[in-house]
């Protein structure tokens, strides 16, 4: 089981404030709890007991910091619609793990659709995507089709926020 896959029993209950504390955090994971309470109006024993809470409750699972792969030397990405075969647990499971230890896999989503799995990565120019996709994904026994999308620019990020 990864940092993701936590098995919840019970949804959190969350109010105002702790939506509040979480779309602060996620714009800018950074903020010292003091700044956060100030902003939200409470105090900084409180802001920070509630955060704790929702760690302990995983409401919040990490705190990262969002780097820009072109800035690295990584300046194109890509999402690759991965289809496998057979459809079994331990095939899935064998190319979950064999995805993310690649080091120009971004992120990993289990999809419904045309394809089993969405990789995001990252890699230095389309020579480098190539190499990735028929040197590394498709010699991988599981794969039985890549379906290539490239990403233009850097993503528009929204925190989840609660709904009216």
């Known amino acids: 089981m990864n940092e993701f896959q936590f098995k919840i029993d019970k949804k959190p209950e969350l109010d105002s404030v702790d939506w509040a504390i979480l779309e602060l955090?996620?714009?800018?994971?950074?903020?010292?709890?003091?700044?956060?309470?100030?902003?939200?109006?409470?105090?900084?024993?409180?802001?920070?007991?509630?955060?704790?809470?929702?760690?302990?409750?995983?409401?919040?699972?990490?705190?990262?910091?969002?780097?820009?792969?072109?800035?690295?030397?990584?300046g194109e990405q890509a999402f690759l619609g991965i289809q496998i075969r057979p459809h079994a647990r331990d095939t899935a499971n064998d190319f979950v793990e064999k995805a993310l230890a690649l080091p120009e896999t971004l992120a990993l989503y289990n999809v419904s659709g045309n394809e089993d799995y969405l990789v995001h990565v990252a890699v230095a120019d389309s020579t480098e995507l190539q190499s990735l996709i028929i040197d590394k994904l498709l010699a991988l026994p599981q794969v039985a089709h890549c379906r290539t999308q490239l990403i233009f620019g850097e993503p528009w990020v929204a925190p989840l926020r609660k709904q009216p």
Do not use: F, W
């Open 25 to 74: 955090l996620q714009v800018d994971a950074t903020l010292p709890n003091k700044e956060i309470a100030a902003k939200i109006g409470v105090a900084a024993s409180t802001c920070l007991e509630r955060i704790r809470r929702m760690r302990r409750n995983g409401t919040i699972t990490a705190t990262r910091a969002h780097v820009r792969p072109s800035l690295l030397g990584k």
